[in-house]
């Protein structure tokens, strides 16, 4: 199916891009990836971001271990742990 990309640096400056990407995705596919194997930095507006799309049709594949760890230290991952696909 298909897989939107977090980049390695997912701050503010690419939060709208990436709102606008998972809006576009989530309106023409019933299922898809977020693919966070790149990630080595996550602003907590793209945690939101990223904890919307999980709530609709997404899932987080492969997130990296930085990425792992933002979403634990914001005590996310009760939330969220249904849709990881670790591998």
Excluded: F, W
């Excluded at 400056?13 to 606008?20: G, I, P, Y």
């Amino acid at each position: 199916g298909p897989v939107v990309v977090l980049p390695s640096l997912s701050d503010l400056n690419v939060t709208d891009e990436l709102v606008a990407a998972l809006t576009k995705i989530e309106a023409e596919t019933d299922s898809y990836a977020i693919d966070g194997s790149a990630v080595a930095r996550i602003s907590t507006p793209c945690i939101q971001v990223l904890l919307s799309a999980l709530h609709g049709n997404g899932r987080l594949s492969r997130p990296s271990d930085a990425l792992m760890e933002a979403i634990i230290d914001l005590g996310l991952l009760p939330h969220v742990a249904a849709k990881v696909d670790a591998a």
